[in-house]
């Protein structure tokens, strides 16, 4: 960390400094930073983790009432009251510094995005957060216990083989628990379903953004799994395409925000 | 060991139904129990088994002792099958098997769904309920997505294409164009069939089976007893059934189904024939990939020619060596889940003793099949009927 470098990161805008790392969403309404379709403090704050993981080994953090503890520790990071790092959210803007002390601010250009499309977008989460299940639901019990794996690719090894999600088998048939899984795969199948083909959780925002999409992954180390496409995602899917995975909302209900492992295309 | 005869059949329209629960399933079982040649009373009914995912939460617990009250089964053993969209194929084999064992001598299978009296917000919210919720749902996935997943990886290793979808689209909707009981009696031309409205790529509204209400009820019979209540019984030949991981992510291909294969072959072996015996089958299109992906599992097709079957119509009533959906399938005969199991069955009994619609009728037909998917494949039973005992 002796000089500044800059990066465009999981869809984000990374700069890592002497002092630390900031991270803002590319997202922007009249130069101010706001949070793509799919992001908060919470994605922004695992995001820029990752990117300063691969720079240093990051020991306990200090977080703040904005950042879904949950994840943070899901995705393997230590919380404390008084830790080394300290996560910064800035007041007025989807920016994040990650620093040992002071807040951190980097300029930078965004995107410019649309204004109704982005009061859209918030108002739905809103109206979500006060959803309730009519039929099929992921308890948030079920939610907790499978978040390592949902969130940080959490594995099980049997033999050679590695095992994702996680499954409770039983004899010589029981996997020991893995390291988590690298974050990258290939595309053997995709979809994008219309806002009336998708699950009611996504129905207040699956018409806003013309549907969602999923794809069916291999990934490198051999399981295979199901992902949504980052709702900011531009580049299309195709069989045989490279994707990577970052943290975004998947959708609310009950009050709860649920997030998850979403895929960019690489 | 006894053989065991379906004797009796009968279904509801299927649609959107202005009766409830009660009112489907009275109307489905006595249409049954009046398709009996002899002298039969619904008293004399042993056993009771009632396929249902109980679809909006109405009526989930004691469905059947509800149902089977009011058609004057009283006091007998009864239950809820479920197994997804599968339910009462299986307990369709459940009947079967009770007889088989020598516990019953006569037995209903039926199948009942209520689908169209909710919301369409809550109704999605049951749609996806027979996948792996945990993993698949939180992925975006209902069975929409699911089959259209399938649909484009069997695209990619075999060369298939959505055209061959849409043949298999406007094939179903042709032969479901005279059946009093389908839901969508419409024809559709190739050019609709292909242009229609994108619900999940590459899957388009003509490629999905619509939401239906409707029951479905059979009565099975041991051999002794079938030749005294029946002038023309239709002998089940071979019952098989199989399972495969809930989640598509968990299976090594996602271009066929597992469960189905097994369930073929068990079926095939029991009743001493092959998949070219079959004179005519129902198979669970829920999607038209489903109808392509099962021509191959249940051995019509070549692997990785359910494309070109249905690209050369060698599944159409009476051009090939069988007729594949000659009730319109689920896609225009419609698909009321738990109904739908049974209800194949009643398309078999009734086309295997001639009594559909003159234009609809199968010529020539002594063995049939059918086939019913829970889900994306999770589960299986297929069964097959013959006019004689072989």
Sequence with gaps: MSSNQCVNWQGNLACIQPGGLVIKSRHTIDGRHVFGPDSDFTTLAVSGLSLLSEEIQITSITSNENIDLLVLQACGYSIIEDGEWTIHCANDSACISITKGDEMDWEVTGNETDRETYNLMESAWQEEMTAVSQGAFVSEQAYRSGAASRMNFSSQRLGDIRIWPPREMIGDQRPVDAPPLGQSGIIESWTKLSAGGAPSEFSLRAPILGGIGTVFVKLNEGPRGVFLIADDETSSPAIGKEVSFTLRRIYAQDGLIRYGLKALIC | ?390
């Design chain 2, 1 to 390: 060991m006894v053989d065991v005869a379906v004797i009796g059949a009968g279904q509801t329209k299927y649609g959107n139904h202005a009766l409830g629960l009660k009112g489907m399933w009275a109307e489905s079982a006595e249409n049954a129990f009046a398709s009996i040649d002899g002298d039969f009373d619904p008293s004399m009914v042993d056993e009771a088994f009632i396929g249902s995912i109980a679809f909006g939460g109405g009526q989930i617990g004691n469905t059947a002792a509800l149902l089977t009250e009011h058609t004057g089964m009283d006091n007998i053993p009864v239950r809820r099958v479920e197994n997804a969209c599968a339910s009462s194929g299986f307990a369709f084999r459940d009947a079967w098997m009770a007889i088989k064992s020598g516990q019953a001598d006569i037995v209903v299978a039926g199948g009942i769904e209520k689908m169209n009296d909710l919301s369409p917000e809550r109704k999605r919210f049951w749609l996806g309920v027979s996948g792996d919720t945990e993993w698949e749902r939180l992925a975006g996935l209902t069975f929409p997505g699911t089959y259209a997943l399938m649909a484009r990886r069997h695209f990619h290793e075999y060369g298939s294409v959505h055209d061959d979808l849409v043949n298999i689209s406007v094939k179903n909707h042709l032969h479901g164009l005279d059946n009093e009981y389908a839901h969508l009696r419409k024809d559709v031309s190739f050019d609709k069939a292909q242009n229609g409205f994108m619900v999940a790529d590459p899957l388009t509204l003509y490629d999905c089976c619509p939401t239906s209400d409707g029951a479905s009820t059979v009565i099975l019979a041991a051999d002794h007893v079938a030749k005294k209540l029946s002038e023309d019984p239709i002998w089940v030949l071979g019952s098989g059934a199989g399972s495969d991981h809930l989640a598509l992510h968990d299976r090594p291909s996602i271009t066929q189904l597992i469960a189905s294969q097994r369930a073929a072959r068990n079926a095939y072996d029991q009743a001493g024939i092959s998949a070219s015996d079959i004179d005519l089958a129902e198979v669970h299109d829920c999607f038209t990939i489903a109808e392509l992906m099962a021509t191959e599992d249940l051995g019509f097709a070549a692997r990785g020619e359910g494309g070109l079957f249905a690209r050369e119509g060698r599944g159409r009533r009476n051009e090939g060596q069988v007729t594949i959906n000659p009730s319109g399938g689920l896609k225009s005969k419609g698909h009321p889940l738990g109904a739908t199991g049974t209800g194949q069955v009643v398309e078999v009994f009734k086309q295997l003793r001639g009594e559909v619609e003159s234009s609809r009728q199968v010529r020539d037909a002594t063995t049939a099949l059918t086939h019913n998917v829970g889900g994306s494949g999770a589960t299986c039973a297929v069964h097959v009927f013959g006019r004689d005992l072989k």
